[in-house]
Each structure stands twice: as C-alpha cells, then as structure tokens.
C-alpha cells in the first residue's frame, strides 16, 4: 500500500453512514497563501490540521500558530467534507502567516482523522525540507512556544513527541498529558505523569520524517486508515515504540483544548470506534507474551465494557462492535505477522511501558457517572476507551 491510499472503513450500520461514504478520490488544493514576507520560515516543520463542520475552531487554532514564536515553514489544512456553508467561512477567514505558507485542501467525502491525518502527511512529506510533521486538532490553540518545546523536546532515537495539553476552559486543568497503557492493556487519556508514557495523543503531536517514513516501510500507512478515528494516535504510538523509536515528553504547556468539537456528544459513535479499534490494534500488535500475562485483565476489561454499555441500553451497539471487529481479524493477524519481522523491540521492553494499575484513576466515578445521566436522560459525555 503507497503513500496516500485510502482504505475504506468496515461496514458499521445505517446509524453511522456518515462515516461510510469515504472514497479513493484525493482533497483538492482550494486555497493557498504564501508567506507575507515572502519567504517561508526555515524550520524543518510541517503543521497538519483536519477540520470537520467546526471553521470558527480551525481559524481560531490558526491564528494561535500564526503567533508561535518557531515558525512552522507550511500549514497544511484538510476540510473534511464540511458543510459548504462551513468550508466557504473557513476558506473565507484564511488569512496569509508572516513566515509560513497556508494550504488549505477540500475532500469530496469525510475521509476520517486518520486517513485525513495521512494526506496532509503525504503532502508535508513532498518537500525534501520537511523534517518534522506536526499534528494539531482544530479546536485547540496552541501556546507560542508550543513548536520549539516540541523539538527541543526531541532527543536521540526519539520519533515522536508530545507535551501537556491542558483544558481551554480551565488553563490550570489538565486535559492530556499523553497516552498511558495499562494492565487490563487498554490505552487511556493520561492524566498522571507517574503512569508510564507511550506516546502523545493525535492532538498534539510532533512527528520526526525518520519515524515517518520508518512507518511507511513497515506499515503502508502513518496512521492506520481502518479505524476511521479514535485509537489510531495509539497504534501509532505502539508501532513506533515496537521500532525502537523513543517517545518523548514535556510537562510544559504546549496547548489548550477544548475536546470532542466535531465529534461532540454522540458517546454511540465514539463507543462504536474506540472499542472496534482496540480489538484490532490488540489483535496487530500485542506481542503473545504480553497477551499471555495480560489476557485475564483484558478479558475482565472487556466484561466490564459489556455491563456498562448494556446499562446504558447499547446491548446492540456491542453486537456491532464484535461483529465487525472480528471480521476483520483475518485480515489484522496477518498484518501482525508482517509486522513482527520488522519490529525491534521485545516484550520485556514493552512491558516496561505498561502501568500496573487495571486503569487510570478516577475511570469507575465517571463511568457511575455517565449512566446515571443516561438513566436520567441526559446526553452523556463518552468516558471511555481514550478521549481524544
């Protein structure tokens, strides 16, 4: 599989069709501002950003970069098949950025944040100036120093980087610190910076062109573009570290976010994507030896999934989710043999990155929590396998 291919997501029902009409036809250029100045900043760095319906975020992120101290040389945004209301006010409010060239492109049908994601990727990659790839959810606003902590960040053998996000609402508060994996070998929003760090979230992230191109050979893909969205960040971080690459991390403030602007409240949607995606990633890169030690906590893990989600009335939505997962799990372990010649690492080293404890703090009160607004009516934010 080469360099922008885009494969089509499972088949997931009628109630998710907005996510199934993906196609192989690639984003369309609709708009390019080249740097006031004249000349584009010599950084290395290329920044991504996919936006879905949410313009006035997109804009707002974009000018949080315009006032970054470290210049990223292009800004790469991919309008997600938006409503054309919504893509005529992003396109509309573009403004040109002293130092960096602004590409904006236009995809015909929503390709996903991670085969979105692998476009502005492939398009940062065909200048041979690029060394980095940044990755920067629209709805957050970046700090002005956000690009040169993430590169200073980066040290020997690391590939991927990442910082603390905190929440745009509350500046004190933290949103992520990063990806934690843990016993019951479920990945989770980090909110500790004592559980061990596997890597940073899609959200914010800086990518080295080694670790890139390295994913390229081994995988076909940056992130993988069957899940759609949700988990992805961490197959990517999983594969990454399996290759040797080192994640690297700073508790300095790199961003605010808001959370879930496109993809809102629909907790079916998030719970459909988040779950599938783990059995595959499970199913692709969990060494034996770490399912062997691990598989009692993970099979208690997902008992658990199946009592809450059936309190919360989505007995079908689970018949959903194993059916097309293990559909698809042909197809996945073999990807798992392939990728195991290639990988570096060993089950002793992997371990090493995963937390003891069954899952992060706090899950059980916001799972209690979620139900009873579902109980009560209410429209209940997802908690659950990783927000993004």
């Known amino acids: 599989m080469g360099r922008g291919t885009v494969i089509l997501p499972a088949t997931i029902g009628p109630e998710f069709a907005q996510t199934s009409g993906v196609t192989d036809s690639q984003p369309s250029l609709a708009l390019r501002l080249d740097a006031r100045d004249g000349a584009r900043a010599a950084s290395g760095i290329a920044l991504a950003i996919v936006s879905f319906n949410t313009a006035e975020r997109t804009i707002r992120c ?21 409503d054309p209301v919504d893509f005529d006010r992003l396109v509309g409010a573009c403004r040109a950025m002293a130092h960096s060239q602004v590409l904006v492109y236009r995809a015909s049908a929503n390709l996903g944040f991670a085969a979105g994601s692998n476009f502005l990727v492939d398009a940062a990659l065909t200048d041979g100036d690029c060394r980095f790839v940044a990755l920067l959810n629209n709805d957050a606003v970046a700090m002005p120093d956000m690009l040169s902590r993430l590169v200073a960040t980066m040290g020997d053998g690391a590939g991927l980087a990442g910082g603390r996000m905190n929440r745009l609402d509350d500046p004190a508060r933290a949103d992520t610190l990063g990806i934690s994996l843990y016993a019951s070998l479920m990945p989770a929003n980090r909110l500790d910076v004592a559980d061990p760090y596997l890597g940073p979230t899609g959200g914010c992230c800086l990518l080295s062109r080694g670790l890139v191109d390295r994913l390229l050979e081994a995988s076909g893909y940056c992130f993988d573009p069957r899940y759609f969205c949700y988990c992805e960040d961490t197959d990517l971080a999983l594969r990454a570290v399996r290759l040797g690459f080192r994640p690297a991390y700073t508790d300095e403030v790199v961003a605010l976010h808001e959370g879930q602007a496109s993809s809102g409240a629909d907790s079916e949607f998030i719970a459909y994507h988040g779950l599938r995606n783990l059995i595959w990633m499970h199913a692709k890169l969990v060494p034996g030896p770490i399912l062997a030690r691990y598989g009692l906590l993970l099979a208690a893990a997902h008992a658990m ?8 009335g989505r007995l079908g939505l689970m018949w959903r989710v194993y059916r097309d ?4 799990l042909p197809e996945f372990r073999a990807e798992r043999a392939r ?6 690492a060993t089950p002793a080293d992997l371990d090493l990155l995963i937390a003891p404890r069954f899952y992060r703090r706090g899950y059980s009160g916001e799972v209690l929590a979620s139900i009873g607004r579902r109980w009560r009516g209410r429209p209940a934010r997802d908690a659950g396998p990783r927000d993004r």
Not at 305 to 312: A, C, F, N
Not at 325 to 328: E, V
Not at 339 to 344: D, G, N, P, R, V
């Open 305 to 312: 999934t199946v009592v809450r989600q059936g309190l919360m």
């Open 339 to 344: 990728f195991a010649q290639k990988a570096i």
């Open 325 to 328: 997962a293990f559909a698809k």
């Open 62 to 82: 974009l000018e949080s970069i315009a006032a970054c101290t470290l210049a990223p040389d292009r800004v790469l945004v991919l309008d997600n098949a938006s």
